[in-house]
């Protein structure tokens, strides 16, 4: 475990010093003053990655084969990219991705990554537009799927009515527009 949370370092980061440290599981460097790109390129046995409350303005993953990276938060920063460039390559494992709070912007992808161990999901205000991805319906261990403050428009797809495990969908401050779909009413879980 490297923690180097709540300091005043900064600088950017050399992702393939990270790399050579094969057995790191957990890398916590939040509420510091790093910079420039993200790279989110760590060793197999990565499992956490906290950089959120920096100063990131791009973020990037190499897939790996393997890798067991399984919680990301890249939120509170300053990141300001198309979404389909940050979302290639993002760890098919991945359990938790917070990327709430930065400048993300566009439609997500057409044919969105398959994370179907994601639980949560937190992408709440950015500059995200367009509809809201269908296959989301196929994530069915999301718990918390929090899309707020953004620009999302169209309608919310009838397949996130079928998340039994959901307890938090936020939607808010967005620009949809159409009814509610009937099967929203089948997520009892929602507290």
Known sequence: MLDLAENKLEGSLNATEFWKLRYLTSIDISMNDFGGHADMYFGPAMVYVNYSRNHF??????????????????????????????????????????????????????????????????????????????????????????????????????????LEKLTVLNLSSNVLNASIPGSIGRLEGVL
Do not use: H
Not at 69 to 95: C, G, K, R, Y
Not at 113 to 136: H, Q
């Open 57 to 162: 303005t791009s973020a990037g993953f190499k897939r790996f084969a393997g890798g067991m990276m399984s919680v990301v938060n890249l939120s509170n920063n300053l990141i300001d990219m198309e979404a389909v460039d940050l979302f290639q390559n993002v760890p098919l494992n991945v359990t938790e991705l917070n990327l709430s709070n930065n400048t993300l912007r566009g439609a997500f992808p057409d044919s969105f990554p398959f994370l179907g161990k994601l639980t949560r999901f937190t992408i709440a205000n950015n500059d995200m537009e367009g509809p809201i991805p269908l296959g989301l319906a196929d994530f069915t261990d999301l718990t918390v799927l929090d899309f707020a403050g953004n620009k999302l428009s169209q309608g919310i797809p009838p397949g996130i009515g079928y």
